[in-house]
DNA sequence: TATACTCGGTTACATTAAGTAACTAAGTAT
DNA sequence: ATACTTAGTTACTTAATGTAACCGAGTATA
């Protein structure tokens, strides 16, 4: 026997989410459409290469909407499709047990 | 401004659970309590390599207690702590955005 | 009209993580 | 003695990320 005995979609689902950066970005998405490069900024450390092949894998995966407006000049807005918003209560349930469990961290000196 | 504007502790947890084979190591372990081998059965494609680092780093967070049975020959068992077991909504959550969102996969020739 | 800057990326290269396979030591079974 | 199990580790290869520079189209600034 070769296979997990897991459901496979549970698994996919659990791939798709575990892969870096992956549940970062959406849960930025899940405050708004947003542009490439405020996704970048408000994930620091995280590189327009890596958020670029995110977006695209994402894109596929039909979570991520990419819609380009046409002005002058062109405007490209990131967004979540129901299925990516069908998300949010995963991140409900990851803040609920980070809040119970997770320490409080140090305060940096003022 | 080079930190983020999240949570420092939803993005510990998001840190935690998207590390490669974290979250199907403590899914597999909401079943019960169980040996590395088991572990390491139930997840084909983990190596013993990865499943032992990943038990190492669940234990330091406390998720996941090691527990030596000085029987003859040894037995060890690992199990989750009572912050490990609340991770299970999450994995309810992804369970179910799974079954709404995912394809049915093929099935395989009969 | 240079110069610099923004946006939405891509490319080349370095570092780190993960996969593969062999191996170990202690014990058990044949 | 030989082979097998458990709970790992070690050495080596391959894949994923990080880092930094760069690009073309367009905009704003001097």
Redesign the pocket.
């Known amino acids: 026997m070769d296979q997990s005995q897991m459901c496979p979609r549970f698994e996919k689902a659990v791939e798709i989410l575990s ?3 992956t549940s970062l970005i959406v849960f930025q998405l899940l405050s708004g459409p947003q ?4 996704i970048d900024h408000a994930l620091p ?6 958020l ?2 995110r ?1 695209k894998e994402l894109e596929l995966e039909g979570i991520v909407k ?1 819609v380009v407006f046409p002005e ?6 990131y967004s979540l499709s129901d299925k990516g918003r069908a998300l949010a209560p995963i991140f409900g349930e990851i803040a609920k047990w980070s809040s119970e469990w997770l320490p409080v961290p140090d305060e940096v000196a003022p």
Chains 1, 2 share one sequence.
């Open positions: 892969k870096r950066w542009r490439f490069v405020n450390n995280l590189s327009g290469k890596v670029s092949e977006l990419r002058s000049p062109v405007r490209i807005e």
